[in-house]
């Protein structure tokens, strides 16, 4: 089974910055690339940004692109989202996902889902 845990969110108020992690709990090898998707209040869950499992390619949407930063450390299983210049419009539940192998933006190409973690950004 494969599992994954969000954790890094938090309080931050306008302008400052959080580190979202994603947890990989796995008992195969797979190499899988991951997302990371927004719940706003009141909104559809959108992309942020996706990872391949080596790290060749990435992508972002263009509300972070500028701001946010994907990255993985494979020896960890961990998948990280930097997030700096936080506005008040990323407040949101993240979630990280993972399929195998290709780069998606498509919620719908994810089927593996972390809890989500909330991200609050106060003006």
């Known amino acids: 089974q494969v599992q994954l845990v969000e954790s890094g969110g938090g309080l931050v108020q306008n302008g400052g910055s959080l580190r979202l992690a994603c947890a990989i709990s796995?008992?195969?090898?797979?190499?899988?690339?991951v997302g990371w998707f927004q719940r706003a209040p009141g909104k559809e869950r959108e992309f942020v940004a996706a990872i391949t499992w080596s790290s060749s390619r990435t992508a972002y949407a263009n509300s972070g692109k500028g701001r946010f930063t994907i990255s993985r450390d494979n020896t960890k299983n961990t998948v990280y989202l930097q997030m700096n210049s936080l506005k008040p419009e990323d407040t949101a539940i993240y979630y990280c996902a993972a399929r195998e192998y290709e780069l998606s933006s498509y919620e719908s190409d994810y089927r593996i889902w972390g809890q989500g973690t909330q991200v609050t950004v106060s003006s």
């Open positions: 796995t008992r195969t090898f797979s190499r899988y690339a």
